[in-house]
T-cell receptor, first 111, second 116 residues
């Protein structure tokens, strides 16, 4: 059974810092990996989707990498802002249409 | 383009009462998902529809939960009777359905259920 672990569970940084969120998964036979953002009381917003054949994806200040063989992904956030404060969820697709989620990293960026 | 729409956004009911949640997916999306998210956890799949057909309902507690997707568009998830442990956020998502291995899923805002 696929298991997804996210470290750290919570992170507090001052504005302007670069930071890295980690995601690991137990079964490397995945189709793709997706990073989501969830604001309090809201649904999930997709940030980046990395297909299994790709090594990384970039969108603005966000960069996600994927090392499928080692079962790891990182989400790099450059020059963090208070508006980046949210919970970040990692999810892998191992089966047809099935996403397995981690528990998330709660990020707080203080001004 | 409108996103995934869910209603109600919040619901408070007493235990043993019935409750229903409604979802309208993004126009043209054939695949619809219902997820359950407990506090501090990631979402877990309850049921997946391909058009009108429920193709994966292995995680749906069928003794009290039911779902339908008439005409392959809107969907309703029902709980009867509700228990205290059902308090959670119920998320609906949709995807194009061209390739289930690659399709990106788009999520609605969720319905937060509190059972007292």
């Amino acid at each position: 059974k696929q298991e997804v672990t996210q470290i750290p569970a919570a992170l507090s940084v001052p504005e302007g810092e670069n930071l890295v969120l980690n995601c690991s998964f137990t079964d490397s036979a995945i189709y793709n990996l997706q990073w989501f953002r969830q604001d309090p009381g809201k649904g999930l917003t997709s940030l980046l989707l990395i297909q299994s054949s790709q090594r990384e994806q970039t969108s603005g200040r966000l960069n996600a990498s994927l090392d499928k063989s080692s079962g790891r992904s990182t989400l790099y956030i450059a020059a963090s802002q208070p508006g980046d404060s949210a919970t970040y969820l990692c999810a892998v697709r191992a089966g047809y249409s099935t996403l397995t989620f981690g528990k998330g990293t709660m990020l707080l960026v203080s001004p | 383009e409108a996103g995934v729409v869910q209603s109600p956004r919040y619901k408070i009911i007493e235990k043993k009462q019935p409750v229903a949640f409604w979802c309208n997916p993004i126009s043209g999306h054939n695949t619809l998902y219902w997820y359950l998210q407990n506090l501090g956890q990631g979402p877990e799949l309850l049921i997946r529809y391909e058009n009108e057909e429920a193709v994966d309902d292995s995680q749906l507690p069928k003794d009290r939960f039911s779902a339908e997707r008439l005409k392959g568009v809107d969907s309703t998830l029902k709980i009867q009777p509700a228990e205290l442990g059902d308090s959670a956020v119920y998320l609906c998502a949709s995807s194009l359905g061209r390739d289930g291995r690659l399709d990106e899923q788009y999520f609605g805002p969720g319905t937060r259920l509190t059972v007292t």
